[in-house]
């Protein structure tokens, strides 16, 4: 393990201790039960580790940056247990195990989906020690991220996609389902920590070229990484006619178009004052993965 998936390892066990502590306790409903299934199975905890490198940016806030971390999450998770579903990508692995339909039933998954949705505002609602206006730009943001203008939007252009898509159809539609709340996500630790505005605007935009990378990115690993690698199908997109960076424009132009995205990030921190060395590591390590 290198020294920075040592760094991430940290974040990660960080994130999975808080999302115990903050999720309902077990058994009590077969909701609860596909809630905890579907947020408690792994994942990178990619969103929640940019919460806390935001946060670590300023003033220290544990409570608050483990709440955020455990919202973005939620969020994170409820997107995933809609996208695999039937009616959107029709998958039935998911972090290497049965995806939440398929272990309980379609319309138990779409509640659970719903459910974590509020689950993520009542944990911000519920962060001590900061201010009602912070709270409430943190939520604003994050709604805005996920709605018509963001991440749903973007699953919709997904399940919609024509073969005609230009280059920038796809850039926004990519921006829409899975920058926007990588991006926002790291906002959300940099208002926690109080930044002020002129590196909040710089983890806005680096966060903007990570976050279209990152979904670059998982579009190749669809085709190049085995279901044991990645732990979800393979093939997926081809069996789905989706249009994808690789359909549009091939895997080499894609892979260059996410390493230069990932260059560009790394040139816009380059004027902060603050140490962004995890985040110049996570922008490199992203890229590079194989999952
Ligand atoms: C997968 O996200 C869905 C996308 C938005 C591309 P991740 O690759 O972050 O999934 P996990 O959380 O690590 O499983
Ligand atoms: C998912 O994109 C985006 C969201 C969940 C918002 P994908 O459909 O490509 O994600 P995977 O590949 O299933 O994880
Ligand atoms: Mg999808
Ligand atoms: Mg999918
Ligand atoms: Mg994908």
Redesign the pocket.
């Known amino acids: 393990m290198s020294d920075f998936e040592s760094t991430l390892k940290i974040y990660q066990d960080r994130v999975n201790q808080a999302l115990q502590n903050n999720l309902p306790e077990d058994n009590r409903s077969k909701l609860i039960n596909a809630v905890r299934y579907s947020v408690l199975n792994g994942g990178k905890r990619l969103r929640s580790t940019l919460v806390y490198m935001g946060s670590e940016l300023g003033k220290q806030n544990s409570q608050a940056s483990d709440l955020a971390a455990c919202a973005v999450e939620f969020i994170?998770c409820y997107?995933?247990i809609?996208?695999?579903l039937p009616a959107?990508?029709n998958?039935d692995l998911?972090r290497g195990q049965p995806t939440c339909h398929v272990k309980f039933n379609e319309a138990t998954a779409i509640l659970a989906g719903d459910a974590l949705q509020p689950m993520a505002y009542e944990l911000i609602c519920s962060i001590k020690d900061i201010s009602d206006s912070t709270k409430v730009s943190m939520m604003k943001k994050l709604s805005v991220a996920c709605s018509v203008d963001g991440?749903?939007e973007?699953?919709m252009k997904?399940i919609e996609s024509r073969k005609d898509f230009s280059p920038d159809d796809l850039d926004l539609m990519h921006q829409q389902?899975?920058g926007r709340?990588i991006q926002t996500s790291l906002e959300l630790g940099g208002l926690l920590a109080g930044i002020d505005k002129i590196d909040l605007r710089i983890l806005k935009t680096y966060g903007e070229k990570i976050g279209l990378a990152f979904?670059i990115k998982?579009?190749i690993?669809?085709i190049e990484s085995s279901s044991h690698e990645?732990g979800?199908p393979q093939g997926?997109?081809v069996l789905n006619n989706?249009v994808?960076y690789p359909y549009l424009v091939g895997i080499q132009e894609s892979k260059e178009r996410a390493q230069t995205l990932t260059h560009e990030a790394l040139e816009i921190l380059k004027p902060m004052k603050l140490n962004t060395k995890n985040l110049q590591s996570l922008a490199a390590y992203l890229v590079n993965r194989k999952y």
């Open positions: 994170h997107s995933l809609h996208d695999d959107m990508d998958d998911r991440m749903v973007g699953q997904d389902k899975t709340l979904q998982d579009d690993i669809d990645s979800k997926s997109d989706k994808t």
